[in-house]
């Protein structure tokens, strides 16, 4: 079984950036990307990458963040630019077979793995 060992969150003031990590220990998934959870939200899927280099962005954030992956070592990272208040929430790395509709309300229903999650916090 695969874990997902996420690092990077932290605080920051609005219009900063952060880069948030996720190494996959075990095998390496197809697909590896991150949700976040904002306060009194449900989780939701921002960015996810699969091994051949395919990227989907949820609206919310695409043009501000993107998502690189180290092939050879398996891990994902998550570049966010820009950042707002209403970023504030808590990031989780995760993985699945399929990238197929990440960004789709209750995906993460159907997200098989997951991270422990990490706290990104944005001051204004």
């Known amino acids: 079984q695969v874990q997902l060992v996420e690092s990077g969150g932290g605080s920051v003031q609005a219009g900063g950036s952060l880069t948030l990590s996720c190494r996959p220990s075990?095998?390496?998934?197809?697909?590896m990307g991150w949700f976040r959870q904002r306060p009194g939200k449900e989780r939701e899927g921002i960015a996810a990458?699969?091994?051949?280099?395919?990227?989907t962005y949820a609206a919310s954030v695409k043009g501000r963040v993107n998502i690189s992956r180290d092939r050879a070592k398996g891990t994902v990272s998550l570049q966010m630019n820009n950042l707002k208040p209403e970023d504030t929430a808590t990031y989780y790395c995760?993985?699945?077979?399929?990238?197929?509709?990440?960004?789709?309300?209750?995906?993460?229903?159907?997200?098989?793995?997951w991270g422990q999650g990490t706290l990104v916090t944005v001051s204004s």
């Open positions: 075990g095998y390496i998934p197809h697909c």
């Open positions: 990458m699969d091994v051949e280099g395919g990227t």
């Open positions: 995760a993985a699945d077979s399929s990238c197929g509709s990440w960004p789709a309300p209750d995906r993460y229903k159907f997200t098989r793995l």
